[in-house]
């Protein structure tokens, strides 16, 4: 996707000196080393340079490129220094809203050990003990259920590498058009995949959306509080769900 300057200004949601919040959208990297790929970070960058500002923006979490919602960036390294220390304190809150496969019960918590392959940018489930496996845990409840799908809100306890899409795949319910992790787009069960992150029979982003931020303003330490409701095709038959 190419991303012009007029949608870069739709993305921001809050800005002020020392933070950016903004709605990233489907499929735009939060940072890339392929020059050829446009990255929200890079994007953030230039519109400060054009502004005569400091070209500096501090990455402080990240979603999967085919995830949209909800992202807080600082505008100084001081802002990016505690923003990650809270961040790793785990006084960050964050939701997402997410269409998963199957009808799913009316609410879980979900723990599971995962660990990360680098080599192939995915995580697996692993039995509890396992060297370098990690705790991972959520929460969900669902909102509404139609055609063989469920629409959840999920609260993120942790923050694991594709965190969301592991567990839930893992219980039988993978997110619409995660192929990685099991959505065929026929309602297929979950396993992993190496078809990438895109449904490849619909091209259609995650239906996984942050839709709600909460963080410790780095000056003013004022909690601040953002939603936003997803824009991604899996979620357009969902539109009276979510109000």
Same mark, same amino acid.
């Given at each position: 996707?190419?991303?012009?300057?007029?949608q870069t200004?739709?993305? @921001?949601?809050?800005?002020? !000196?020392?933070?950016?919040?903004?709605?990233? *959208? %489907?499929?735009? !990297?939060?940072?890339?080393?392929?020059?050829?790929?446009?990255?929200?970070?890079?994007?953030? @960058?230039?519109?400060?340079?054009?502004?005569?500002?400091?070209?500096? @923006?501090?990455?402080?979490?990240?979603?999967?490129?085919?995830?949209?919602?909800?992202?807080?960036?600082?505008?100084?390294?001081?802002?990016?220094?505690?923003l990650s220390?809270? &961040?790793?304190? $785990?006084?960050?809150?964050?939701?997402?809203? !997410?269409?998963?496969?199957?009808?799913?019960?009316?609410?879980?918590?979900?723990?599971?050990?995962?660990?990360?392959?680098?080599?192939?940018?995915?995580?697996?489930?692993? *039995?509890?003990?396992?060297?370098?496996?990690?705790?991972?845990?959520?929460?969900?409840? /669902?909102?509404?259920?139609?055609?063989?799908?469920? &629409?959840? #809100? @999920?609260?993120?306890?942790?923050?694991?590498?594709?965190?969301? #899409?592991?567990?839930?795949?893992?219980?039988?319910? %993978?997110?619409?058009?995660?192929?990685?992790?099991?959505?065929?787009?026929?309602?297929?069960?979950?396993?992993?995949?190496? !078809?990438?992150?895109?449904?490849?029979?619909?091209?259609? %982003?995650?239906?996984?959306?942050?839709? #709600?931020?909460?963080?410790?303003?780095? /000056?003013?330490?004022?909690?601040?509080?953002?939603?936003?409701?997803?824009?991604g095709a $899996?979620?357009?038959?969902?539109?009276?769900?979510?109000?």
């Open positions: 996707m190419r991303v012009t300057k007029q200004e739709r993305m @921001i949601c809050y800005e002020d !000196a020392e933070v950016i919040v903004v709605h990233k *959208p %489907p499929f735009l !990297a939060v940072e890339t080393r392929d020059p050829r790929q446009q990255d929200l970070l890079t994007l953030l @960058i230039n519109r400060r340079t054009a502004r005569g500002e400091v070209a500096y @923006i501090g990455v402080v979490h990240r979603l999967d490129q085919p995830v949209e919602g909800l992202l807080v960036l600082a505008k100084t390294r001081e802002a990016a220094a505690f220390s809270r &961040l790793r304190a $785990g006084d960050f809150s964050k939701e997402y809203l !997410a269409v998963v496969q199957g009808v799913t019960e009316e609410s879980g918590t979900l723990v599971h050990t995962l660990k990360k392959d680098g080599k192939t940018n995915t995580s697996a489930v692993v *039995p509890e003990g396992t060297v370098g496996g990690k705790e991972a845990r959520l929460s969900y409840k /669902r909102l509404a259920a139609a055609d063989e799908k469920s &629409l959840l #809100r @999920i609260r993120l306890d942790t923050g694991r590498h594709h965190q969301i #899409r592991v567990q839930l795949a893992a219980i039988g319910h %993978p997110l619409v058009g995660d192929a990685k992790y099991g959505d065929r787009g026929n309602g297929g069960k979950a396993g992993g995949s190496s !078809a990438g992150n895109v449904c490849t029979q619909t091209g259609q %982003p995650l239906a996984l959306c942050s839709c #709600r931020l909460v963080f410790t303003h780095p /000056r003013t330490k004022e909690i601040m509080e953002f939603h936003t409701l997803p824009m $899996g979620f357009e038959e969902w539109k009276g769900a979510l109000g």
